[in-house]
């Protein structure tokens, strides 16, 4: 395989959380019927993860599966994975209307790791990031100021986010600013 | 002579003394002053003039309703107009300017307005600057303008940085009184997830300075156990410093917090504007006393009688050594014994009320406090300061019945509940005649989506209880609202039960709008209503006299209420005069609408993290720093950058252009086109559905087929083009714009879930997954094949067709389509890969003389070959059709977007503008935009035109300018000559030409 870059390799900053670039990830977005035992079998067949329900995420280590919409799922795997993974997807679904599509290049990933992670990105985020609203194994697709972005919690005090590639630079911008270690915020 | 007291002041520590400036003079404050209080404590009474009449002012109140003492504070960097010395907390090295005053405060020529007073009444900016319209230029506007204003804007950058933080809560508490205090831990208690906002740095409102008594004792122990139980709570927020801005629908709020206004510093935020999500508001936001209408009421000393007491008991200040009370209520009394207690003189209260009973003035009277009954302020004695008052009846018309020496005046028309975010989203307001003041009316409280309602007054902002603004009733009806917000949420709860309060009984308050109630029409022209703004009793009352019956326009055409204050002291006193004069009663009357903010806020807090590099997202291709660092001249499409062109040493734009396009024509080009949309569209019914999307037929395409297609919305007019590749029997890859992309996928999926649910197709927006680009020219195959990997040869790869495969080892999807006009294959590589490909390019490229080129040589090689761009051939009004694209309309389908509309009789007529290729007769480059002139004139008396200019480039595989436009009629005049307008210049002539100037067969691009 060529050399394959990550978006921003090595971004890190050290604030009030640390914000650190993740490397590259495998992605795939599959579309398709939810419901359908077939698709289940297929995404977690690969993922190795059991099937999450509305606005979950169920993540080990690099794999996963995070519901995206009533009709879309995104798959994570080892980057190395993805094109594979995706073609057996395909074939696994094969005969039934679905959509499977690797995006792991259109992607970027960040980690915002540290006990005041939830209040740096309450300072980007509409979305209810209250303890008792959002723990590890809940999904939302959601912003970060002015750029489409999603996240879950690897745990407690640890977020994954991904954005859009080309927006990579922005937002760890974002996150830079919004883990100024002279601005807390001493909410959560 | 204001001055600090030697002892006293709950809010200062006379050990920690702090030094600023006014207006370049040294002085001291202490830690825990504002402002006001500081410049109060140094003898500086004088802190402004108004806006229109140039008065001298002094301090009024205390809090957030000051009208007068707005400051310019800082300098260079931290430079800032406006400033509330009232709000202001004191720090070390602030530095204050008084404003709106020339030469100098203490003398200034702007008070000449004051002689002109007859010609600055009510209206005056409509009436006088109307006519003789010459006025207008040359001295309305530089010399009125010029002296009515408040501080000017600073010129240098913000030093400081702001951000924004979102919350969501079940309960959100705006005021840190007793009431919000209550409110909370009712709701706390109830298991509600609470958040209490304060606008100052203290909580407990004005509990302590009233002289609240609770269990026994003063309020602030009761305070303080409260607020630090409070604190210790997991489910409560607390945040001082921090002021409920505004209410919007749906329990959305913006609160602001000035993190660092009291103690500038680098690096922190200095202001926080939260976004809070709140299911249920509790307004504590307590009321406002009302400034009483006598003549003289201006003059720095005249003060708000609350406010005289707080500078007393928090900060330690006297206004005044001698302070007469006017007042038509008990609470003033308040001030009096204050005074009183802290050793200064009260040479009498003068009470409008013809009886005055009550604790309170019993109590003044017990301690030998002169109180004359039924009594009122004529006129203040003194020019620039209090030197006494003229005492009459309140009842008569002025006539003086003695004068009282004294230096500060403090008075109490009574108090009006803080209404404003109650009313923010739409919460109605009910008088109250027995307290004259307008209270939330319960039954009309602003609904949510849910149609119930999620706003709840509490204490002094909910309006007076049985025995008037209590202790007893702040306490129970915060308890109260706070438990029921938390029901409201879902929570069971019970309200706390409230400590015991001990008030005093208070007599009823008599309304004064006017004092003295007959004062000649001379002294109502110096009784102010709105300091900031200059409106007097006798503006209103001209206003009612020349037919202004709506309060709304009343405030509009007097400017009553207009200012940075919004009117908080004049609303009501204003109202009231115009019910008056128009002989209605004041509810009839009504308010003026309150809006958001409560006071005005920093625009760095509005904009938070969104400036400098931040203020709008810059998205980057895969090699976006390859270029940056190779001379890219950039230009923003969309959110993307792009280079126009990349620029080399010594080389103008214009220079650099033209050698990407010759170097392009000539050897080998190589464009980054990742920018450019991809959707991937799937399913049983993807091609009936492309059929619709596009003009054009795409369910026919082979795989393996490339097809360019045009897309036209609903009513017929082009909106995107790009080639569409069909993958497999189920799948197409359509190319957009690159600032359409988003648009465009959002189209796709709206028809799909709006419309056609019924159609099994899934799309999915994969722009970003692939680094694309082209390799443009009659070396591109060459350098290709020298990489090495799949077959790129004329019979493999035939124009119009793709291929996957490796090139070099690179996982790539190989498209022969051109854009150029040149052999060309645009390569798409996992974005991952981007950067090495496009280097390899480079470098493999390099013998045959590869350069990257920009967007300009892109639409210079498009224009050569009469190719057209969506955004400049194209405007929202343009349809396929007149763009000599029929080939690409398909006659076979039934149906398409755009098919129905492009039937009707405008859209079919032969007389629209159609595209033609424009040749100068003389070689030079047409004005971008220019119109063709036509015959005559048209029904705006303006010269007619038939066509105009759309995309004009000077060609340098031609040597000559180029252009295409609309032209009415265009194809069927080929040869003919038009004329072109050009700016400042003789029109041009262009002859109409065919829109493909180069290769028109199209043999170098099918090579």
């Excluded at chain 2, 109307?130 to 204003?149: D, L, T």
């Excluded at chain 2, 590099?613 to 950058?641: K, S, Y």
């Excluded at chain 2, 189920?730 to 600032?739: I, K, R």
């Excluded at chain 2, 007149?882 to 079919?908: C, P, V, Y």
Aim: hydrophobic letters at 40%.
């Amino acid at each position: 395989m060529a050399e394959t870059t990550s978006a921003l390799p090595g971004a890190r900053f050290d604030g009030a959380v640390l914000i650190e670039e993740a490397g590259l990830r495998g992605m795939i977005t599959l579309k398709g019927d939810l419901a359908a035992t077939r698709l289940h079998s297929a995404a977690t067949g690969v993922a190795g993860v059991d099937f999450p329900g509305q606005g979950e995420a169920n993540c080990v280590g690099e794999h996963g599966l995070c519901w995206m919409a009533p009709d879309e799922l995104l798959i994570l795997v080892p980057y190395a994975r993805a094109a594979e993974d995706s073609a057996a997807i395909a074939t696994a679904l094969a005969g039934t209307h679905h959509l499977v599509t690797n995006v792991s290049d259109a992607r970027v990933i960040f980690t915002a790791a540290g006990p005041a992670a939830r209040e740096v990105l309450a300072k980007l985020t509409p979305a209810d990031l209250h303890p008792d609203s959002f723990r590890p194994g809940q999904f939302r697709r959601t912003r970060l100021a002015q750029a489409p972005a999603a996240y879950w919690m690897r745990d407690a005090e640890t977020f994954e986010i991904i954005a859009f590639r080309s927006m990579a630079a922005y937002v760890f911008d974002l996150l830079v600013g919004a883990a100024n270690p002279a601005a807390p915020v001493g909410r959560y | 002579m204001s001055g600090r007291l030697p002892t006293g002041g709950r809010l200062i520590d006379r050990r920690l003394p702090v030094e600023f400036t006014f207006n370049g003079k040294r002085m001291e404050g202490l830690e825990g002053d504002t402002l006001a209080s500081a410049l109060m404590a140094n003898g500086q009474r004088l802190v402004g003039r108004s806006f229109k009449y140039h008065r001298p002012r002094g301090v009024v109140a205390s809090g957030a309703e000051e009208p007068n003492a707005l400051l310019t504070t800082g300098h260079g960097r931290r430079e800032e107009p406006n400033q509330r010395a009232t709000t202001t907390e004191l720090f070390a090295g602030l530095e204050a300017r008084s404003q709106n005053h020339w030469p100098s405060l203490e003398f200034d020529i702007g008070a000449l307005n004051a002689r002109l007073s007859r010609f600055l009444t009510a209206g005056f900016y409509y009436k006088m600057f109307m006519w003789p319209r010459a006025f207008w230029k040359h001295v309305y506007e530089p010399v009125i303008r010029q002296s009515a204003g408040l501080g000017p804007a600073p010129n240098a950058r913000d030093a400081d940085i702001y951000e924004h933080s979102y919350a969501t809560v079940d309960v959100l508490v705006i005021g840190g009184g007793v009431a919000g205090l209550i409110a909370a831990q009712s709701a706390a208690a109830a298991g509600a997830r609470v958040m209490l906002i304060e606008q100052t740095a203290a909580w407990g409102g004005r509990a302590m300075v009233d002289g609240a008594v609770i269990e026994g004792q003063g309020a602030e122990p009761w305070v303080e156990a409260t607020t630090e139980a409070l604190a210790a709570r997991e489910n409560v927020d607390l945040r001082p410093r921090t002021m409920g801005a505004g209410v919007y629908d749906h329990g959305y709020v913006l609160a602001y917090e000035r993190l660092c206004d009291h103690d500038p510093q680098d690096g922190a935020p200095r202001h926080r504007l939260w976004k809070i999500r709140a299911r249920q508001i509790v307004t504590a936001t307590g009321a406002i006393e009302r400034p009483l209408a006598f003549a003289g009421n201006d003059l720095p000393g005249v003060m708000l009688a609350s406010a005289i007491r707080d500078y007393v008991v928090n900060w330690g200040v006297h206004a005044g050594a001698r302070t007469v009370i006017v007042t038509n209520n008990d609470d003033a009394y308040r001030t009096a014994l204050t005074l009183l207690d802290a050793g200064l003189d009260v040479p009498a209260i003068l009470d409008a009320r013809d009886e005055v009973t009550g604790a309170l003035p019993d109590e003044a009277r017990a301690r030998g406090i002169r109180v004359e009954a039924g009594a009122g302020i004529a006129k203040v004695k003194g020019a620039a300061k209090v030197e006494g008052v003229a005492v009459c009846r309140q009842g008569g018309d002025g006539t003086v019945t003695e004068e009282i020496a004294c230096d500060a005046v403090a008075m109490s028309g009574g108090w009006s509940p803080v209404v404003h975010l109650w009313s923010h989203p739409g919460g109605k307001l009910v008088w109250n005649a027995d307290h004259a003041l307008f209270a939330p009316d319960p039954d009309a409280a602003p609904k949510g989506a849910d149609g119930q309602p999620f706003v709840i007054p509490a204490g002094a902002a909910a309006g007076p209880g049985d025995a008037g603004f209590t202790t007893t009733h702040a306490l129970a009806s915060g308890a109260e609202a706070g438990a029921e917000a938390a029901r409201r949420t879902g929570h069971k709860a019970k309200a706390v039960k409230p400590p015991m309060a001990d008030d005093p009984a208070e007599g009823p308050l008599t309304p004064v709008w006017v004092m003295p109630q007959g004062a000649t029409p001379e002294a109502r022209g110096k009784m102010w209503l709105d300091f900031q703004n200059d409106v007097k009793v006798s503006d209103v009352e001209q206003a009612a006299r020349e037919g202004y019956q709506s309060v709304e326009h009343t405030k509009r055409y007097t400017t009553l209420g207009m200012a940075t204050d919004q009117g908080k002291l004049s609303n009501i006193n204003g109202l009231a005069i115009l019910a008056d004069s128009l002989g209605e009663p004041i509810p009839e009357v009504g308010t003026t609408t309150f809006r958001p903010p409560y006071t005005p806020i920093s625009m760095g807090a509005i904009g938070g993290e969104a400036r400098g590099a931040l203020f709008q997202p810059v998205r980057r291709t895969p090699v976006h720093d390859w270029h940056e660092a190779n001379g890219a001249h950039w230009e923003p499409v969309g959110h993307w950058r792009r280079p126009y062109t990349f620029l080399r040493e010594g080389e103008s734009v214009e220079q650099a252009v033209q050698r990407e396009v010759r170097n392009t024509r000539e050897a080998v080009g190589l464009l980054d086109a990742s920018t450019l949309g991809k959707i991937l569209v799937r399913g049983p019914d993807a091609g009936a559905f492309l059929d619709m999307m596009y003009t054009n037929m795409m369910s026919t395409l082979p795989p393996g087929r490339c097809r360019y297609g045009l897309m036209c919305s609903e009513n017929g007019f082009l909106i995107d083009d790009g080639v569409v590749a069909r993958i497999d029997e189920e799948s197409w890859l359509c190319h957009t714009t690159t600032g359409g992309a988003d648009r465009i996928h959002a189209h796709m999926e709206e028809w799909l879930q709006t419309e056609w649910w019924d159609m099994k197709v899934f799309t999915a927006n994969i722009t970003e997954q692939y680094a694309q680009f082209a390799v443009v020219g009659p070396e591109a195959r060459n350098l290709l094949e020298d990489i090495g990997g799949m077959d790129l040869s004329a019979e493999a790869l035939p124009f119009m067709h793709w291929a996957e495969g490796q090139i070099g080892g690179f996982d790539t999807r190989v498209f022969r389509i051109s854009f150029s006009g040149e052999l060309s294959y645009e390569i798409a590589v996992p974005a991952g890969q981007g950067r090495a490909f496009w280097d390899r390019l480079l470098s493999v490229g390099k013998p045959y003389g590869i350069m990257p080129y920009g967007t300009e040589a892109l639409h210079i090689m498009r224009a050569e070959k009469g190719f057209i761009m969506i955004g400049d051939e194209t405007d929202g009004t343009v349809i396929p059709q007149d763009l000599g694209l029929n080939w690409a309309i398909s006659k076979k389908k039934a149906d398409f977007l755009g098919k129905r509309a492009q039937e009707r009789t405008h859209m079919a007529d032969p007389g629209r503008w159609q595209l033609v290729g424009l040749r100068t007769l003389n070689g030079s480059v047409l004005e971008d935009g220019a119109y063709a002139i036509g015959e005559g004139r048209n029904a705006n008396g303006q010269q007619s035109v038939e066509g105009r200019v759309t995309s004009t480039y000077f060609s340098p595989t031609l040597g000559r300018g180029i252009a295409m436009g609309l032209v009415r009629e265009g194809p069927n005049r080929m040869g003919e000559i038009l004329q072109f307008t050009r700016i400042g210049a003789a029109p041009v002539e262009a002859r109409i030409v065919s829109p493909v100037f180069y290769d028109p067969d199209g043999e170098r691009q099918n090579g």
